[in-house]
């Protein structure tokens, strides 16, 4: 059985709340091993991320993890933090950096991700499962994919117990990446992004900030669809199940989705992989 989790954003109004709210009673029936929820950099997001945790363990019942950033935070800030997941119940979160928006704020006093997984460790010990980030196609600030990779390392030694990469669409990076991390003496598992396309023209806009590749095959069908809304998720759902399906058969020890807050374009995807066997409660997309 193939472990599966979804990653959300705290939502802000009323509306937000609500959809979150659908979007948690219908992943449920996924069963994913956990739920996590992003942290916005440069503070904005500072009391959002605890109160959306809260929501998903209590209310939902879901094992939900906060991402922690240290990005433009204190050490004190973020020891206040670490006490209130520890308070909420907490045992896993997923430690970054972050990216301040650009022009905002002071670097933190934590400078890189690896820097926040040994003063984490430092303060609580082994109570948390860490997660952290790592980047298949490299990380779009990185001097080269070599470096990039013994940045990640370092995130391991210092104390993280898996990995989630960043999105890609060729199931070959991930591959080599895996292998070249093992080879570095990387034992912790790597879990592959998973992002579904529900909006294309969004998705590009992301993927250029974020450094992921979209392969001109994939941009020149999509741009074919045009308007063609339906059109775009029926490929983009059989392209990224396609892209699922590879990577459970080459050896991924689960797969984290970016859920955005919406079930469907996961649920599509979930509903084209052969999980049912051993995943009986998986649902018909809603
Ligand atoms: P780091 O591991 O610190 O790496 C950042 C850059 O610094 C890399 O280029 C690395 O090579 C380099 N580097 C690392 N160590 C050193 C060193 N010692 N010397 C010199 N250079 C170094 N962002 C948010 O703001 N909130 C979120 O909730 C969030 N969730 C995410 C979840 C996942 C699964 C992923 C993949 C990304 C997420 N991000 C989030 C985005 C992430 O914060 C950015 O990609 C950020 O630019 C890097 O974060 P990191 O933790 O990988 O940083």
């Known amino acids: 059985m193939i472990p599966l989790s979804f990653e959300f954003y705290p939502p ?6 609500e959809q979150l709210d659908r979007t948690a009673r219908r992943l449920k029936a996924h069963a994913p091993e956990y ?7 440069g503070g904005s997001t ?9 929501r ?39 430690a970054l950096r972050g990216d301040m928006p650009s022009g905002m704020g002071h670097a933190g006093e934590l400078r890189h991700a690896a820097d926040l997984v040994a003063f984490i460790r430092t303060e609580t010990g082994d109570h948390f499962h860490i997660e952290v980030a790592c980047y298949p196609e490299t990380h779009p600030q990185a001097d080269d994919a070599h470096v990039d990779l013994r940045h990640f390392k370092a995130k391991v030694d210092a104390g993280a117990n898996g990995a989630i990469t960043q999105y890609f669409y060729n199931a070959d990076a991930y591959f080599q990446f895996v292998d070249d991390a093992h080879r570095l003496g990387v034992d ?16 590009r806009r992301f993927s250029e900030a974020c450094g992921a590749e979209i392969p001109r095959w ?8 045009g308007d063609d809304a339906d059109a775009i998720r029926e490929f983009g759902a059989d392209l990224v199940a396609r892209l699922c399906r590879r990577l459970i058969e080459g050896g991924a020890p689960g797969l984290h989705f970016y ?11 979930l509903a084209r992989l052969d999980l049912a066997e051993d995943r009986p409660s998986l649902a018909p997309p809603a």
Do not use: W
Not at 259 to 269: E, T, Y
């Open 188 to 203: 912790v598992p790597i879990v592959p992004g998973i992002m579904p396309i529900a909006n294309f023209s969004q998705l």
């Open 12 to 17: 802000k109004t009323d509306e937000q709340r």
């Open 56 to 94: 998903l363990r209590q209310e939902h019942g879901f094992e939900a993890a906060p991402h922690l950033s240290c990005v433009g935070g204190t050490r004190e800030e973020i020891r206040e933090l670490l006490k209130l997941y520890r308070a909420i119940g907490c045992r896993r979160l997923v």
């Open 259 to 269: 859920a955005l807050n919406l079930a469907r374009p996961s649920q599509a995807v």
């Open 35 to 41: 739920v996590s929820c992003t942290f916005g950099a």
């Open 218 to 225: 994939i941009a020149r069908r999509m741009q074919g669809y």
């Open 46 to 54: 500072l009391s959002y991320t605890p109160e959306t945790v809260r």
